[in-house]
Every structure is written in C-alpha cells, then in structure tokens.
C-alpha cells in the first residue's frame, strides 16, 4: 500500500436522524373515498410519514368509512366504471362479474407485492404509532356506533375536534 | 464517496453516513454504528439487525420494516421501540446496509 484514503478521525460521517429540526412534524390525512383502489394511498402514505417519525392522523369520512366499518374495511372494491385510466372499454365495466374480477386482480398485484390489505394495513399503522380518527356526521348518516368500528379507531370525532388535533399539521385529502 | 472511521477503520460510506459496501461490516462495527445514534444493542436489537443482514444476502435488498416484522418476527410496535422514530433507516444504518427501496 503506498497510499491510504483520507480518513476524518475526528469527525466521524454519521446521519442525522434526531436533529430537533426534523422533529416535530405532523401529518393530517382526510380519507373520504371507499374504493380498493383510492384507500391504498392515504394507507401507503400515512406509513411512509410514520417511518420517518412524523406524527400522523387518519381521518375517515363518507365513504372513507367503509375503510374503518368492521363489515366492509374487508371488502374495499375497485371498478373500472368511471376510471378511464384502466385504459379499458368503460361498458364492460357494466358487465356482470367485472367489479369483482378488477378487485380480485388488483387484490393479487397488491398482495404480490408484499403489501398488507386494508385491515392489516391499519394495523401496522396503528402499531407504528398512528391514530385513526372516525367522522362523527358520517357515523351518524350511516347509523354507525364505535361498536361497528374497526377496534383500534380512537374515537368518533367531528371535523372541527379533527381541525383541533391536527392543529399545524400538513394535510392530505383523498 | 467519503471514508470515515469507525471501529478502528476507514469505512466507506455515503454523504448521508450509510455504508457503501455492505461486506466492510462485522458485528463489531454494527455495534458502534449503534452507539453513534445513540442505541445500546440489545438481545433483541441483535435479532432485528441479524435478520437484515441474513435476508440482504439472499435478496440483494434491505428489507422493509413490514418483511422484519412479519418474516424476522419482530412486532412493528416493538421495532419503533428499539429504534425509536425512524426504525427501518435506523436497523438499516446499523446493519450496514442501504435504505430499503420498497414503500411498505
């Protein structure tokens, strides 16, 4: 060896993961959409922001509650009626079966990554130190109580109660 | 890329302090990559970090926090204990090993 690489003895390069400057952040995401395919991105997101040791709030209203209602959060469905951006003729997704075929499909990418479905999901979330927060006029609508809930929702809330917690967060709505 | 010292050694790592080249890792070293964040490796912080550095050799990828809980069979709850904040880039620095590519 005739040369040897610079090292800094003294100063070791080490990541700055704790600096009071990146603490501190909060995340509010509004939830209002019931379909397969609009739930995965609050879910992915709020993860994401959890990871990185920002505080996040999930917030599910109209037909976000189908994310969090025991009876369907299960059965979240995707159709490509409405959604040109299946890039498939949108009368066959009229047809008899096609909703379910598109969910079944889009249930196996997923899963085929590696990604939990919706209950886990917010189990995960809910394990990584997220609230989930449930829309006090959408329980009322539907004639839901905390008892048709997914367990781990914190509380049934109305918007301004939300507004409050998330008082200087950045907000998502999808 | 820069070079640092790190139990006794030059260490090759990015601006960010991640090694470069997983293969300059020994458990040695994992320790005191630890320390310099601020975490006393434990049974059970050991278990986490083994389990990353066994999966990246077969998969070529660090794992995400969801693959060490659910295949390292380690609680989610309990990796934000053990490495409080920000778990998967935490276990991943201490394993010597890249941020993990995956989103979940």
Redesign the interface.
């Known amino acids: 060896m005739t040369t ?6 003294a100063n ?7 600096s009071p400057e990146r ?1 501190g952040r909060k995340l509010a995401i509004i939830c209002s959409k019931g379909n397969l395919d609009m739930a995965y991105p609050a879910l ?1 997101l709020a ?2 922001a959890l ?3 920002v505080e996040t709030h999930l917030f599910f209203t109209f037909w976000g509650f189908d994310m969090i209602t025991k009876s369907t959060m299960a059965d979240l469905k995707f159709t490509i009626i409405g959604n040109t951006a299946t890039h498939m003729p949108q009368g066959l997704g009229g047809l008899p079966g096609m909703t379910a075929m598109a969910t079944s499909k889009m249930k196996k990418t997923i899963a085929a ?4 479905d919706v209950p886990e ?1 917010l189990e ?1 979330i809910v ?3 997220g609230h989930l927060w449930a829309c006090r006029m959408s329980a009322d609508m539907n004639h839901l109580t905390e008892a048709d809930l997914y367990d781990e929702v914190e509380a049934i809330i109305s918007a301004t109660d939300f507004i409050e917690k998330t008082d200087g967060a950045q907000l998502l709505f999808i | 890329m820069p070079v640092t010292t790190m139990a006794g050694r030059p260490i090759q790592v990015n601006d960010e302090g991640f090694l470069t080249d997983a293969d300059e890792w020994d458990e040695a070293l994992g320790a005191e990559l630890a320390a310099a964040i601020g975490i006393t490796l434990t049974d059970e912080h050991w278990k986490a970090i083994r389990f990353l550095r066994e999966d990246f050799a077969e998969q070529g990828e660090t794992a995400t926090l969801r693959r060490v809980s659910t295949r390292g069979e380690i609680p989610v709850k309990r990796l934000f204990e053990l490495f409080p904040q920000k778990p998967t880039k935490k276990m991943a620095y201490v394993a010597g090993l890249p941020k993990p590519r995956g989103c979940v």
């Open positions: 040897t690489a610079p090292t800094d003895t070791a390069i080490v990541p700055d993961f704790d603490t992915i993860n994401a990871g990185e040791g990554l590696d990604v939990p999901f995960q394990a990584s130190g």
